[in-house]
């Protein structure tokens, strides 16, 4: 019998745009002091899981996110802009505030002027996700360190959610993580393990419910 692969999707360290609450998009804002604490300390955690490869979004937050999990394996970093965030488009480098006041209809149907469709990134993610499984071999982790919108909407369309049901799926903390693993032994589809977890995910177990 073949062993599952798994995926662990996690989202990067705080920055100070996450502090305030800012949308940041494709603006390339580092970590901040806390953001580097909190991907040490997770980095300690996912490396105990022996991963087999690493691959990030080419983004600072996510790239440096990333870069403290290859010190505690040895494993190399390969960046994909493929696991970029969202686009903003016009709300970049705004608060949520400013943007419900500038764009309030806009913000009630999160439709982003100028921004990048949320369907375009969930199949650009979910496309570098699976690229980079192809390279990790039976019973292997990937750890993809990405962003909270560009995640959700990668592991959605893995799902194979509806557009109108992506919002089931909560948000992803700073430095959580998510993990998806195959519905069946066979490989034929996926199924989400463990969401916005920020312990070490559990061994996955047979149950009578593949």
């Known amino acids: 019998m073949t062993q599952p692969r798994r995926v662990v999707c996690w989202r990067h360290g705080q920055t100070d745009w996450n502090a305030e609450k800012r949308f940041q998009g494709h603006t390339d804002i580092p970590l901040n002091d806390t953001g580097r604490a909190q991907a040490e300390h997770a980095a300690r955690l996912l490396s105990a899981l022996r991963p087999d490869a690493i691959v990030a979004s080419d983004l600072r937050r996510a790239a440096d996110t990333a870069a403290a ?82 995640l959700r909407a990668g592991i959605a369309h893995l799902l194979g959610l509806p557009a109108e049901h992506r919002d089931a799926l909560g948000p992803l903390d700073n430095c959580a993580w998510s993990v998806l693993g195959p519905r069946r032994h066979d490989g034929d589809g996926w199924r989400l393990l463990e969401h916005n977890a920020g312990t070490l995910p559990a061994e996955p177990q047979l149950s009578d419910d593949r």
């Open 69 to 150: 999990l290859s010190r505690r394996t040895g494993l190399p970093v390969e960046h994909d802009k493929g696991l970029r965030e969202r686009s903003g488009g016009l709300w970049e480098g705004l608060t949520g505030a400013e943007i419900r006041e500038r764009w309030p209809e806009e913000h009630a149907r999160w439709e982003i002027p100028e921004g990048e469709d949320l369907a375009a990134v969930a199949e650009r993610v979910a496309e570098a996700v699976l690229r980079h499984l192809a390279a990790v071999p039976e019973g292997g982790v990937l750890v993809v360190a990405s962003h909270g919108a560009a």
